[in-house]
């Protein structure tokens, strides 16, 4: 079984309709992560998290927003999909002691 | 806030030739420095890192990187590159304190050809 694990892998969405996706992890990592791949931007932050009562906003965060459940789990809200929210999202979870990420396999999500 | 810029969005490249992907950051505090590899609809993969000592640090699938404090730099290179390193690879920064994040660059594609 995979580390980082995020569901859905693929959806489909239309316009205004709200969706959330989901990661876990069974690392025990602290620290955990949402980007999104856009093609010639890289990956962008979205927002982190540090522990289960620390919530941070990233680079891009307006129009998302999150949830972290507990300490394996952190999921990512579109309350009004649009267009441009397409693209591949990643979840990544890290340690303090060991501060490289580990990724999710991505959501790639479609909004039309 | 830290900030990294990949000075090349695209590198083609003849098979058994050598490869330099260039990476630069910004930040006021020391950092620790990552590049990752994204395999055609894949997902991200630890390539190597910098977090202290040695400034050339040796990865997977002989890559090595150099980190150069004065010149701000963590380029990538690997002396003889095969069809399958071709890939997107993302070079990426986390100051060292706390409360800090992992910010990617813009990534650079490496096209081997034969």
């Known amino acids: 079984d995979a580390d980082v694990t995020q569901t859905p892998r693929n959806r489909i969405t239309k316009t205004g309709k709200r969706i959330m996706l989901e990661c876990s992890q069974t690392k025990g990592h602290d620290r955990m992560y949402w980007y999104r791949q856009d093609p010639g931007l890289g990956l962008r932050l979205i927002y982190y998290s540090f522990d289960v009562k620390d919530i941070n906003k990233g680079e891009i965060s307006d129009g998302y927003s999150v949830s972290r459940q507990a300490q394996a789990k952190f999921s990512l809200s579109l309350e009004s999909a649009i267009p441009n929210q397409t693209a591949l999202y990643f979840c990544a979870t890290s340690d303090a002691n060991f501060p490289e990420a580990f990724f999710g396999q991505g959501t790639r999500l479609t909004v039309v | 806030a830290q900030s990294v810029t990949q000075l090349d969005s695209q590198v083609p490249v003849f098979e058994e030739a050598p490869v330099e992907l260039r990476c630069n950051y910004s930040s006021s505090v020391s950092v620790y420095l990552f590049w990752y590899v994204q395999y055609p609809n894949q997902g991200l993969q630890l390539l190597l890192k910098y977090l202290s000592g040695s400034t050339l640090v040796k990865g997977i699938n002989g890559f090595e990187a150099e980190f150069n404090k004065s010149q701000t730099s963590f380029h990538l290179r690997k002396p003889s590159v095969h069809i399958s390193d071709t890939a997107e690879y993302f070079c990426?920064?986390?100051?060292?304190?706390?409360?800090?994040?992992?910010?990617f660059g813009k990534g650079t594609t490496l096209s081997v050809s034969s």
């Open positions: 990426a920064v986390s100051e060292n304190q706390a409360g800090t994040a992992l910010i």
